[in-house]
């Protein structure tokens, strides 16, 4: 017969195990596949997930195993508060958070209530999870088809909104940064916010922050499989496509650079297409209806003032941005708002108060230190491109990395090699690649920083006036 404990134990457990499961989830953007085959600190799932779960069981065969099972749960309750509050990247309990929590309790009672009318001597605790989730996503789906038509009814009653997407393995949230400066003195323009690129994502900004009164909407489009993009197309029909630079991105989701450009390709198929800007790696031809952006550039030059860019077509155009990729960057952006009529003064002057995007090659002076904020660069040529931005600085070069979180091997060694022959300080964040990096950097500039927490207290004590140091990527605790 059960006792008030088991029923404790039993409401502990899953409890403990659903804040687990919900949070690293949520990181995931709910998918399953993610945390099974793409997670790269598995013994949180050993520690957090398994292990509870076999001391639940296991405490039916022990004797006096509820009271044991108590003790465990406690202990067990103080290190996952341990371990969420050391996280940077905590659980934020939105709707669809709390409607996880409440499908569970229900779940759990009903169980509970029905086992002990049965007489069971030991409660399951398989069977509130499998329904919750049941439940959970049949519920979601319906909601997102929902907030899916209202979106689409809403872009229906405002058909003269030009609407552009740009999507490309790296450099999508710049480009959609500085294609807004350029036009938004000439035209009401609506960008998506942040970094926001999927199709949910877009349709709650469309929902939520679109007004009738936009003339055009830039949308940011990701990917993590074939059909994503394609997706995101066939909901916006995009009048105006940009299809940037093509990696090696998300290449473990891919697999190989074939799928990449495939799947960023998708973008072409708008029913309303009238004009794409493409860049070169996409493999297409130029024709009346494409362009091929970086082969307009004439000449530019990259450093730590800013960039110079000379278009093949006569504009000179001056931005305190950084980043010798930014050049194309930007030769995209301009390209775009000459198609809508803008003249080549009215550009030059808007490019000129154009500034590096928020943690992308970003300048702060601060402490009598020059800091480059990149911590949102996470691909092997745009990490290199900074490391050779920053090489003739005179001073002092130091450097804090996690290396490229969603790369190769090969990557990473390159990355090392790169890393240790120009900088004289380096700070690697994580155990996803410190093995990597570690072998290709010399022993004694190296400071391997396992507790984020840490940080700028580190920095603090290994760092002087007039050092550069540089953000390369950034990567959550949980990577």
Not at 58 to 66: E, H, R, V
Not at 248 to 268: C, D, G, P, V, W
Not at 279 to 294: A, C, F, Q, R, V
């Amino acid at each position: 017969m059960l006792n008030i404990l088991n029923f404790i134990n039993y409401f502990l457990c899953i409890f403990a195990v659903g804040f687990y499961l919900i949070t690293v989830l949520q990181w995931f953007s709910y998918k399953f596949e993610r945390i099974i085959f793409h997670f790269t600190k598995p013994l949180w799932h050993i520690y957090f997930l398994f292990f509870p779960v076999i001391i639940y069981f296991a405490s039916f065969f022990i004797k006096n195993g509820d009271k044991f099972l108590f003790v465990f749960l406690v202990i067990f309750y103080i290190l996952l508060i341990l371990w969420h509050k050391k996280l940077d990247k905590k659980l934020v309990f939105t709707a669809r958070v709390k409607r996880f929590f409440a499908f569970l309790a229900f779940f759990s009672i009903l169980i509970a209530v029905s086992f002990n009318l049965l007489k069971a001597d030991n409660l399951p605790l398989f069977s509130p999870f499998i329904l919750t989730f049941l439940f959970s996503y049949a519920y979601e789906k319906k909601e997102a088809n929902k907030f899916y038509k209202m979106a689409q009814k809403k872009l229906a009653n405002m058909p003269d909104l030009l609407i552009i997407q740009i999507t490309a393995s790296f450099g999508k949230t710049s480009i959609k940064n500085f294609l807004f400066e350029l036009l938004k003195d000439d035209f009401k323009v609506q960008k998506t916010p942040r970094s926001v690129n999927t199709l949910n994502g877009i349709i709650r900004d469309i929902n939520e922050n679109l007004s009738y009164d936009t003339k055009i909407y830039i949308a940011e489009a990701g990917a993590r499989k074939n059909g994503d993009i394609k997706e995101i197309t066939q909901f916006l029909n995009p009048q105006i496509v940009l299809v940037g630079e093509i990696g090696a991105q998300h290449i473990e989701y891919f697999k190989n650079i074939e799928n990449i450009r495939a799947t960023k390709l998708e973008s072409l198929s708008s029913n309303r297409l009238k004009h794409a800007f493409l860049h070169s790696t996409t493999l297409l031809k130029e024709n009346k209806t494409n362009t091929i952006y970086d082969k307009q550039i004439a000449n530019f030059t990259a450093n730590l003032d800013g960039i110079k860019l000379e278009m093949k077509s006569g504009e000179k155009i001056f931005a305190e941005i950084l980043g010798d990729f930014n050049a194309q960057n930007l030769a995209a952006c301009i390209l775009i708002a000459k198609f809508l009529g803008i003249n080549a003064e009215k550009i030059a002057k808007n490019a000129k108060n154009l500034h590096s995007v928020e943690h992308r090659l970003q300048k702060i002076m601060t402490n009598e230190k020059f800091i480059i904020d990149d911590s949102f660069n996470g691909n092997l040529k745009g990490m290199c491109a900074s490391y050779d931005l920053v090489k003739n600085y005179k001073g002092r070069k130091v450097i804090i990395t996690p290396g490229i979180v969603e790369g190769t091997k090969e990557m990473n060694e390159i990355l090392g090699i790169k890393i240790n022959e120009i900088f004289d300080l380096v700070m690697i964040t994580g155990d996803l690649n410190a093995e990597i990096l570690g072998a290709k950097i010399d022993p004694k500039k190296l400071i391997f920083i396992k507790d984020k927490s840490k940080m700028i207290e580190i920095l603090g004590a290994e760092t002087k006036a007039d050092d550069l140091i540089l953000f390369s990527n950034d990567a959550p605790s949980f990577i």
